[in-house]
Structures are given as C-alpha cells and as structure tokens.
T-cell receptor, first 119, second 112 residues
C-alpha cells in the first residue's frame, strides 16, 4: 500500500542551525502538508502546498520556515535558524482530493514523522 | 474555545468492552475525520464522515455526526489490546481550506 515516507526519523540540531526535513508523498497525490506536534500537545497545521506554491499557512509558519518541492517526488520543510521551541514531531501528509472535487472528500495520509530535537 | 475538543481525555477499559469517544467542534465543517496515533508514531486515518452524513461504519468502528449539536462520536466495539492508542478527531472547515484542525485527543488504554 502506498505510504508517505519521512526522513530522518530523528534529527538533533543545535539552536540556530538550519534543518531540512524530507518527505516523499504518495505518488499520485497533489496536495501536500506539514503539521507539527509538540510533546503532549495537539497536532497543529503549519502549511499546505499545491501546484508548486503555498496554499495556506498558519501563524506558526513564519519567515524561518519554508517549503519546497525540488523534484517530482520530494517535499521538504526547511527551518532556517532553529529555536528551542521548534522541538517537536513534524508530520508530512498528502492527499489526492482537494479544491477541484471538494474538501469534503479530503483524506490526508500522514508519514511516521520526524522528531526534531533542538539543543 | 477550540475547534475539536474530545472527551474523555483518557479512557481505560477491559478487552472486549466497547469504547466511546466524543468530539465537539465550533465552526461549520466540510468533514470530520478520526485518526489514531500509537505512542510516538504517525497518524493513521481511520474514517471520514462528511457533513451531510449521520453515521458511518468501518469494521469495528462506528462514527456518528450530529451537525446540529456540532459533535461526533467514535465507537470501537469489542476492543482489543492493540486498540490502545490516542484517538484524534480532525475537522476540515466549511471555509474551503484543506487544513485539518485537530482536537486534543483521547488516550485509550485497553487492558488484556
């Protein structure tokens, strides 16, 4: 069964360093997302991406964050200068359905996540 | 108040019993989805119910949606130890955006 894959599973970095989290969405999906979950808290939306541009972003997704689809398969989240409070589990998701056929059918499939630890 | 609040926050039952989790939301939705998360792992999609649907079944799962009360429930029948996980409801709003808004989740423990 097709699945969303994320690498690495765990990333440890020093405060102020740049990190890139990688995701390979399901191949025929057109919509891509990043979410994060701080330990013990709810899953929070960061950004959605369609047709090579950001569709929507949350308040969390400030100038330190960026997303890119560098080729036909990868979808990356970059944090330019990490802060302690960026420590969280980051989830990538993808969906086949979207605005064209209505969000009512939008099922998002999630990867296993990357645990980011900022020291 | 937040979109997507589950209760109870924690539930502990014996194997074979049924588990019911509830979710309430504030803003009109396109659909409501339930996800499962095993400890420290990713989110697994369980079931989606659209705003014009009232009930859906999938195996041992039964989901109801009451849009007048802005609430949903997830029933797991004949629970198993392997059902031990956190369960989250997530909504897609009627405002035509694809972002999922998650609740805090219910932690279910099924004792063998």
């Amino acid at each position: 069964e097709p699945e969303v894959t994320q690498t690495p599973s765990h990333q440890v970095t020093q405060m102020g360093q740049e990190v890139i989290l990688r995701c390979v969405p399901i191949s025929n999906h057109l919509y891509f997302y990043w979410y994060r979950q701080i330990l013990g808290q709810k899953v929070e939306f960061l950004v959605s991406f369609y047709n090579n541009e950001i569709s929507e972003k949350s308040e969390i997704f400030d100038d330190q964050f960026s997303v890119e689809r560098p080729d036909g398969s990868n979808f990356t989240l970059k944090i330019r200068s990490t802060k302690l409070e960026d420590s969280a589990m980051y989830f990538c998701a993808s969906s086949e359905a979207g605005r064209q056929i209505g969000w009512a059918k939008n099922i998002q499939y999630f990867g296993a996540g990357t645990r980011l630890s900022v020291l | 108040s937040q979109q997507g609040e589950e209760d109870p926050q924690a539930l502990s039952i014996q194997e074979g019993e049924n588990a019911t989790m509830n979710c309430s939301y504030k803003t009109s939705i396109n659909n409501l989805q339930w996800y499962r998360q095993n400890s420290g792992r990713g989110l697994v999609h369980l079931i989606l119910i659209r705003s014009n649907e009232r009930e859906k079944h999938s195996g041992r799962l039964r989901v109801t949606l009451d849009t007048s009360k802005k609430s949903s429930s997830l029933l797991i029948t004949a629970s198993r130890a392997a059902d031990t996980a956190s369960y989250f409801c997530a909504t897609i709003l009627l405002s035509n955006t694809g972002k999922l808004i998650f609740g805090q989740g219910t932690t279910l423990q099924v004792k063998p």
